[in-house]
């Protein structure tokens, strides 16, 4: 285990795997891990970056309440403007479940062997994209606006030698870009380690 890593745990970043930045997480598993392939850091976007959603389901909740102010919806019966409500009420529990479950499954992996970015477009799709350790080029971050630096999240970009893009990414700098994680300094600091520890064991003949 790399030294900022467990200094991680040490802080408080280790415990449940439902953080947005957590070091070591137990009991993780994902697809196609090896046997003795250790995750050492689990993220997710930043919490705060869900306010945008949060704050619209805030605005639009109350909205049946007003039905009277819509001419067509007014001069319904009150049975149609109950069942209206209804199905409004559920188009809101659609919109605030795939939102919940999007920020949860698109995670990012640091394991000792490699990253993993898996990247959820909507329920029935997702990207998924992996390199060795080894086939890291350059790792650094990028905090923009005053969100960002007052919540300390940022979008940490990994540059591998041989560049992919997913069909729905084509805007990011790399198909590697963690995007709004907390603490962006403290992660490219543990690929930084994991890349000289690499190197180290590549030279002393000890790659995996």
Known sequence: MVETVKKLVAEGFGGP???SL???PPNTKFEAQHDREEVL????RHPVTNLWWLALMAMLVGVPLFWNEFPLIANVSAAVQL?????WYLGLAF?????????????????DERIIDVDFFGLLYKNVNTTQ???????NYSQVGMMSSLFNYGNVIVQTAAEQRSEDRREEVSAFT???????????KVIGELME??????????TR
């Not at 919109?95 to 394991?111: K, R």
């Open 41 to 44: 850091l689990l993220m997710r």
């Open 133 to 139: 350790i080894r086939k890291i080029e350059d790792v």
């Open 95 to 111: 919109f605030a479940i795939q939102n919940l479950l999007l920020w949860f499954y698109n995670v990012y992996i640091v394991t």
């Open 17 to 19: 795997p439902w953080r």
């Open 178 to 188: 963690f995007e709004a994680v907390s603490n962006p300094d403290r992660v490219v």
């Open 197 to 206: 520890q690499e190197e180290n064991e590549e030279y002393e003949g000890r």
């Open 83 to 87: 069942a209206l409500a209804i199905f």
């Open 22 to 24: 957590t070091a070591c």
